[in-house]
């Protein structure tokens, strides 16, 4: 259209022609890019969901048979193992069954302290004028989102606020960001003493775990990060009980 265009009417210059021609095409060869790369991931996670829904099926299915078949599999298992593997094996899963499940309990907790920030933040927003409707299934709902390991309470928060932002209601914007930095910085401080009250092991080790997960694997390592420190724990208790470099050169010895 540029090109066919008659510039010698309104009296351009061919140097600005050809800058503007020059521009034209930039800006749509980014455009196609953008689209470009928008339908390769669209079409990236369409075909990655028969795989997701697979995975589900064989995990549901793996699940059901352990629970149904759990003494078949424990009198194979005690079959074919010596005794002794066996006795370890067991101790060792209950102990980290254990462990597992007070880890959850800390997750809940922290989960419970977030709903509360949110529930009294948002319900004084209502009350002192902002354009805050049900505050209470909001906070359920940013409780519900934060409680999964990718996502977190910003998910929710971060878009609202920039939201309330373009719609001129700043006020309401700012507001939703300094309650979410409370609501992070308040979990960062007591989450590493819940969890490790709960597992039984120090708030500076929770803590070390939690930062190298996060080195590693990001946001969800905050999660694996004292996960695998429970199991490492528990694989070890022996050698730590006794010291861990000690047990080492008493055996080699």
Request: proline share 3%.
């Amino acid at each position: 259209m540029i090109a066919r265009f008659n510039f010698d009417k309104i009296k351009v210059s061919d140097e600005l022609t050809t800058i503007l021609q020059n521009s034209t095409g930039n800006l749509i060869q980014t455009a196609s890019d953008w689209v470009k790369n928008i339908v390769t991931k669209l079409l990236n996670t369409l075909t990655s969901l028969p795989t997701i829904g697979l995975y589900i099926v064989i995990t549901i299915l793996a699940l059901y048979f352990m629970c149904t078949d759990k003494i078949y599999m424990l009198d194979q298992v005690e079959h074919h193992l010596p005794e002794k593997w066996v006795k370890n094996l067991t101790k060792h899963l209950k102990t980290l069954t254990k462990a597992l499940g007070c880890y959850l309990k800390a997750q809940l907790k922290l989960v419970l302290i977030s709903f509360i920030i949110s529930l009294i933040g948002l319900y004084l927003f209502s009350i002192t004028g902002m354009n805050v409707k049900y505050p209470l299934m909001a906070a359920i709902g940013i409780a519900i989102v934060d409680a999964l390991p990718i996502f977190g309470s910003g998910t929710v928060m971060i878009p609202w606020a920039v939201w309330s932002g373009f719609n001129g209601d700043a006020r309401l914007g700012i507001s939703i960001l300094v309650l979410w930095i409370i609501m992070s910085v308040t979990r960062q401080i007591v989450e590493p003493k819940i969890v490790s009250g709960q597992i039984g092991i120090h708030p500076i080790f929770t803590l070390i775990a939690m930062y190298t997960g996060f080195r590693f694997l990001g946001f969800i390592g905050l999660f694996i990060g004292p996960i695998v420190l429970i199991i490492l724990k528990n694989i070890y208790e022996v050698r730590i009980d006794r010291g861990f470099v000690k047990s080492i050169f008493e055996k080699g010895c």
